[in-house]
């Protein structure tokens, strides 16, 4: 099937746009734009700015794809958004462009990001996310794959979200969330591991056990962080993958990792 164009929907000179593309009535698409193969604009969504949309995306009506950046400090150039395969974008949300000249707001390969979510300025988000409504991500948060976001959630300004982790409804992210963690509250804090998560995404029982222990020697065992880090590296499960990646995010962590119960 050839592209499909509605006659009302205004596409700029200079956009690029791949085999089977789909633009519906009064959506816009500028002149800098490049969408892949198979992408789908329902009527009245707006993907503009210095933005590339890869193959297989479905982007709802009214979604706002590649604006500039809310971030006061933007000085001009041409900062953009990428975003990957296999993407659904559900209406009103809005993602934003960087702030600075050359970087990007990046959306990787197969998330499904929900009605008024907003991701914004240089956030880098991975695969296999789902936001569900009225998420809102602030400039600079970084969440890794496989991560379930709460409806109305906040996660503020440079915070990271862990990999297969979940953060529950309406909760306030102030500080990182390690992976494989469910958070909740305002604050919120850490509850447990995201065992139900896990367990639908595969993981043997092996895997949950060490992530159990990473878990319980960084949250329950009374250490402060210091102790935790000496515990978890002597740890007899603290070579395997997963267990290796939860202690190398909390060591990593530039704003703190948010409190145990």
């Known amino acids: 099937m050839a592209k499909q164009i509605h006659s009302t929907a205004i596409v700029e000179s200079g956009a690029e746009l791949g085999y089977d593309v789909v633009i519906g009535a009064y959506a816009y698409v500028g002149a800098s734009v490049v ?3 198979g992408t789908v604009l329902h009527h009245h969504a707006s993907v503009e700015g210095r933005t590339t949309v890869g193959a297989a995306c479905e982007i709802f ?3 706002c794809i590649g604006t500039k950046t809310q971030d006061l400090k933007y000085r001009g150039g041409s900062p953009g958004v990428r975003i990957g395969d296999r993407n659904v974008l559900r209406e009103y949300v809005s993602i934003h462009a960087a702030t600075n000249d050359g970087e ?3 959306l990787g390969h197969d998330n499904t990001i929900l009605a008024y979510s907003h991701i914004a300025h240089d956030c880098q988000l991975g695969s296999h996310i789902i936001a569900s409504n009225s998420v809102g991500l602030a400039g600079h948060v970084v969440v890794e794959d496989h991560v379930g976001l709460g409806a109305k959630c906040g996660v503020h300004q440079f915070c990271r979200v862990g990999a297969y982790a979940m953060v529950g409804a309406m909760s306030k992210i102030v500080q990182d969330v390690p992976p494989f963690v469910i958070a909740d509250g305002n604050p919120a804090i850490a509850r447990s591991i995201n065992k139900v998560g896990l367990e639908r995404n595969g ?3 092996e895997r949950l056990e060490a ?3 990473a878990f319980r020697v960084f949250y329950r065992a009374g250490h402060n962080r210091t102790q935790a880090f000496a515990q978890m590296r002597a740890h007899a499960l603290g070579a395997t ?3 290796q990646h939860f202690l190398a995010f ?3 962590s530039e704003r ?3 409190a145990g119960r």
Request: hydrophobic residues 45%; charged residues 15%; neutral net charge.
């Open 104 to 106: 990007f707001t990046v």
């Open 203 to 205: 993981f043997s029982p």
């Open 211 to 213: 992530v159990k222990q």
């Open 256 to 258: 703190g990792v948010v």
């Open 61 to 63: 009506p009214f979604t």
């Open 35 to 37: 969408i892949g193969a």
């Open 241 to 243: 993958p997963d267990f």
């Open 250 to 252: 909390v060591e990593r």
